[in-house]
Nanobody
Framework: QVQLVESGEGLVQPGGSLRLSCAAT????????MGWYRQAPGKQRELVAT???????SYADSVKGRFTISRDNAKNTVYLQMNSLKSEDTAVHYC?????????????????WGQGTQVTVSS
């Protein structure tokens, strides 16, 4: 079983910064794409940023230039550095990972989610 353990939740003022971490634990073979999604009250869950196993990244337009996603493959951990935070960034942030349980072909990827971590931006 795979678990994604998130940390870094908090309350910050507008313009502040926060760093989220998510570590994959348990039994798996490889980790492919990792990422962060978020869900604000009354809204659908939306993509924030993803990072492939190659290091290639993608971002939602709303966070480009402010957020940076990175990963440490040796620690099976993905990070989200959030700068210049705005009130509209307030949401529960969820970590996401695609993992394989065995090597060989075909490559079968399984999706896992973290439990969610609250980010609140308020003065």
């Amino acid at each position: 079983q795979v678990q994604l353990v998130e940390s870094g939740e908090g309350l910050v003022q507008p313009g502040g910064s926060l760093r989220l971490s998510c570590a994959a634990t348990g039994t798996f073979f490889s980790i492919y794409t990792m990422g962060w999604y978020r869900q604000a009250p009354g809204k659908q869950r939306e993509l924030v940023a993803t990072i492939a196993e190659t290091g290639s990244t993608s971002y939602a337009d709303s966070v480009k230039g402010r957020f940076t996603i990175s990963r440490d493959n040796a620690k099976n951990t993905v990070y989200l550095q959030m700068n210049s935070l705005k009130s509209e960034d307030t949401a529960v942030h969820y970590c996401y990972a695609q993992v394989t349980r065995a090597g060989g072909l075909p490559v079968i990827k399984y999706a896992y989610w973290g439990q969610g971590t609250q980010v609140t931006v308020s003065s």
